[in-house]
Antibody
Framework: VQLAQSGAEVKKPGASVKVSCWASGYPFTTYTIQWVRQAPGQRLEWMGW????????KFSQKFQGRVTFTSDTSASTAYMELSSLRSEDTAVYFC?????????????WGQGTLVTVSS | DIQMTQSPSSLSASVGDRVTITCQAS??????LNWYQQKPGKAPKLLIYDAYNLEAGVTSRFSGSGSGTDFSLTISRLLPEDLATYFC?????????FGQGTKLGIK
């Protein structure tokens, strides 16, 4: 099992960023993809998930209205798009495969994508 | 949101030592708790799930215990490769939340 994420991004405040997460080594639609971020020196922060089987999504209220999760089953790839970026969104963004009840066991992780928001 | 508080925030121990890290939840979370290891510059790795179940492929030097609000992660015999930051995560309620991390150094 591997999750491979897209490369680092530098964005200006107010812009959007889209991070991809390509999954391999297992049937893509049988596991949820979770998204977590880690700002510099901060704890991990859960953003939400996408059920890759039916496309259903769940968001942390903190990101409601600003984040979109999508997936392309033909490409075994999940996407996270965050809009209206501000400096506080500077962080490493991780995708992870979710397993178990509530897909809450994050058993495989991507390598992380650094998103820097700076004017 | 459920707050997760780890202690200590950092510690240094010697190879061969037994090390215990604790995690306290702000409310009862039953045994809905996972532990992760994150080495510098790497993604987290799942060590323990449901408070005490060892993830497949993880060395048995790691063990977890606790329920309700108080949990612990124990490394029975510290090795140099255990240098990392360790996080707990609750999944009893949404949003899933993580502890602030315990940075483990080797003396």
């Amino acid at each position: 099992v591997q999750l491979a994420q897209s490369g680092a991004e530098v964005k200006k405040p107010g812009a959007s960023v889209k991070v991809s997460c390509w999954a391999s080594g297992y049937p893509f639609t049988t596991y949820t993809i979770q998204w977590v971020r880690q700002a510099p020196g901060q704890r991990l922060e859960w953003m939400g998930w996408i059920n890759t089987g039916n496309g259903n999504t769940k968001f942390s209220q903190k990101f409601q209205g600003r984040v979109t999760f999508t997936s392309d089953t033909s490409a075994s790839t999940a996407y996270m798009e965050l809009s209206s970026l501000r400096s506080e969104d500077t962080a490493v963004y991780f995708c992870a495969r979710g397993r178990g009840v509530g897909a809450a066991l994050f058993d495989y992780w991507g390598q992380g994508t650094l998103v820097t928001v700076s004017s | 949101d459920i707050q997760m508080t780890q202690s200590p925030s950092s510690l240094s121990a010697s190879v061969g030592d037994r090390v215990t890290i604790t995690c306290q939840a702000s409310q009862d979370i039953s045994n809905d708790l996972n532990w992760y290891q994150q080495k510098p510059g790497k993604a987290p790795k799942l060590l323990i799930y449901d408070a005490y179940n060892l993830e497949a492929g993880v060395t048995s030097r790691f063990s977890g215990s606790g329920s309700g609000t108080d949990f612990s992660l124990t490394i029975s015999r510290l090795l140099p490769e255990d240098l990392a930051t360790y996080f707990c995560q609750q999944y009893h309620n949404l949003p899933y939340t993580f502890g602030q991390g315990t940075k483990l150094g080797i003396k």
